[in-house]
């Protein structure tokens, strides 16, 4: 028997066969795992993740462990996702004291491998020392869950909530898809069979509710749509039904509800009750409400939480640029986007007070007061200037 992190390893495999399976529109995606060298105390094991997909150029060598990097822009939009499922796994594999590596041909796959110490407490009698090192097939140990090799799709403009919502869906054994608007999923719908789709519902251009509504009359009519929104009560939840939608989840999303509504729906049960998340006004008040970071730490792990931290300050710094163009242009549909996108992703990672700063953005750019709106980006940024210093400590603490 061998002894190891067998949460960060979970993590680790289920982002590179995500990765696998959204850049390989047919073919296949094998998983492997051998030993490579090892004594009674200590071995080394390499996991190893190929498949026939599109491939990567090698020019994008040195960049694919790089944050929101892939090989091809283009990919982005039609596969979903930024990229950071790669950058996770350099940064799990790093924590376990391993290396990753990986070999491309353009056209025709890729093959990943990592390669992680392990210690053995128990030598196992029955166990050929040369069938260790020949290759054989990973079973991993089933989730918990009952979300398993179940096919998601995430569709929501913020890169942060999109993550955040992913990484707990595949913290359960889900295969997750990535889209960041509405044109991106229903192409990804036309691509892929899945078995349910979370929906954000404020998305530029095309947003939730007119998707859901194109993708019902696409055919998709027994696809289990769940909303995600800010709305919540009895009435929401009418409301979505009659448009469509078969559930619906207010932000900031808790793994718990998500999960438990997910199951339901893709297993056909009863749709749980959920409890009422309206923050007491104690909460709503403080800059940084750390119980809600740790909180998220503990559905998606500490390690990931520092990803996700960063992605958001990310995000936010350009939300923050695009406010200011916006501004500068009298773009009031580009203010209104990206307050309510600042908005909703602020909330997620507990900076209440910014997330009531872009709230009062977003309905001030429907008024078209300029002088109004100019005293709201100025509050918008001085709270930014306090909100996500907090960030950057409680990430480093």
């Known amino acids: 028997m061998i002894s190891g992190d067998e949460s960060r390893l979970r993590q680790m495999l289920l982002n590179l066969i995500s990765n696998a399976m959204k850049f390989t529109p047919q073919g296949h995606v094998h998983v492997l795992v051998k030993r490579l060298a090892g004594d009674d105390g200590f071995c080394i094991l390499r996991f190893e993740v190929s498949d026939s997909g599109i491939g990567i150029t090698p020019a994008f060598r040195e960049q694919i462990f790089s944050k929101f990097s892939q090989a091809d822009p283009a990919n982005s939009r039609r596969h979903g996702g930024s990229g950071l499922g790669l950058a996770i796994v350099k940064g799990l594999v790093e924590l376990m004291g391993g290396s990753v590596d990986f070999e491309s041909t353009l056209g025709k796959g ?100 007119e998707t859901t509504e194109t993708l019902r009359k696409r055919g998709h009519r027994i696809l289990p749509v769940i909303a995600l929104t800010a709305q919540a009560g009895t009435e929401a939840k009418s409301q979505f039904q009659a448009l469509g939608f078969d559930a619906f989840l207010p932000k ?38 750390q119980a809600a970071l740790n909180r998220m730490g503990a559905e998606v792990g500490s390690d990931l939480l520092q990803h996700l931290i960063n992605t958001f300050i990310d995000e936010a710094g350009q939300r923050r640029s695009a406010i200011a163009k916006a501004a500068e242009q009298r773009d009031y549909d580009s203010l209104q986007i990206n307050a309510h996108a600042l908005k909703s992703a602020a909330s997620t990672f507990g900076a209440n007070r910014l997330s009531a700063e872009a709230a009062a953005l977003e309905h001030l750019s429907r008024t078209c007061d300029m002088p109004a709106i100019n005293k709201a980006i100025a509050l918008l940024q001085k709270e930014m200037d306090n909100a996500l210093p907090q960030l950057q400590a409680y990430r480093a603490a």
């Open 110 to 209: 890729s093959r990943f491998w990592c390669d992680l110490p392990f210690l053995v407490t128990q030598e196992n009698p029955d166990t050929n020392s040369e069938q260790d090192k020949t290759d054989s097939e990973f079973i991993g140990k089933p989730s918990s869950s009952d979300l398993a090799q179940a096919k998601i799709l995430v569709v929501d403009d913020s890169a942060a909530n999109r993550l955040v919502t992913s990484e707990m869906l595949r913290r359960s054994g889900a295969i997750v898809l990535e889209a960041n608007s509405g044109p991106d999923a229903l192409k990804q719908l036309d691509a892929e069979t899945i078995d349910l789709v979370l929906m954000d519902i404020s998305m530029p251009g095309m947003d939730g509710i």
């Open 252 to 289: 900031p999303i808790h793994r718990e509800a998500l999960v438990a509504t997910v199951e339901a729906l893709i297993r056909g049960r009863r749709l749980p009750t959920l409890p009422q998340q309206s923050p007491g006004e104690e909460t709503m008040v403080e800059a940084l409400d």
